[in-house]
């Protein structure tokens, strides 16, 4: 089985643009995440897919590989699955490119998890975490995920899902973390399914799969690493940094 990790990279993003590219410490964002998802030495190979240039040679130049999307795409599915069309591979763990300080434990679990599957019955696999905050159950930017006996996901949605109506029982809230685990078959089979209601609504390209009957095998964690998502987050990262030195 081959397995190997993409990093989508898209250079303009609307909260912080061109955060990919900003130092932290002696290193771009992006390289940052690029050389520990190397490091991790979990997968046959590791690419950067990005839609600009300045990315592209960023990866290049230190002898990094990368590839270069040759159309638009909504989301980072879309460009790792242009990215691997012609790849003779079987499975792509799709790592956020605005999260520097992987997780390997969390990518072991994702890779062991696929090895194991000797059916082949997970198509695709994506980790949660408990929410402690309570100020993030209503957070809309906060994905939360409900799952089913078997950690398989039932519904993601923006809004405080379950609904907790009945306060006598006693309810954890799980944040989807949006790192992914894909068969190849199924990755690209999703570029060419229209976007559903429910993916319509909530802007969430994983109800994808559940509108097209799909299963998401959901993974347990209580790490969701750090991400840089707004210029307030960087300082942030630099504290992490300068913790591990």
Known sequence: ???????????????????????????????????????????????????????????????????????THESGSDRIAEAITDLAIDVVINVQGDEPFVNKQLLQTMV???????????????????????????NPNIVKVVVDHHENALMF??????????????????????VYGFRKEVLLQFTQWPMGILESIEKLEQLRYLENGVPIKMIATNDAGVKIDVPEDLPIAEAYLNQMK
């Open 157 to 178: 949605s923006r809004a405080a899902i379950p609904f907790h109506r009945d306060q006598t029982i006693a309810v954890t809230y799980k944040e989807h973390i949006g």
């Open 112 to 138: 062991q998890l696929f090895k194991e599957d000797v059916a082949m019955a997970i198509k695709v696999a994506t980790p949660y975490k408990p929410i402690t905050d309570a100020a993030q159950v209503h």
């Open 1 to 71: 089985m081959k397995i190997i990790a993409m990093i989508p990279a898209r250079y303009a993003a609307t909260r912080f643009p061109f955060k990919l590219m900003q130092p932290l410490g002696n290193k771009t964002v992006i390289r940052h995440t690029y050389d520990n998802t190397v490091a991790t030495q979990l997968f046959d190979e590791v690419y950067v897919v990005t839609d600009h240039d300045i990315i592209f040679n960023e990866i290049q130049s230190h002898g990094g590989k990368a590839i270069m999307s040759q159309r």
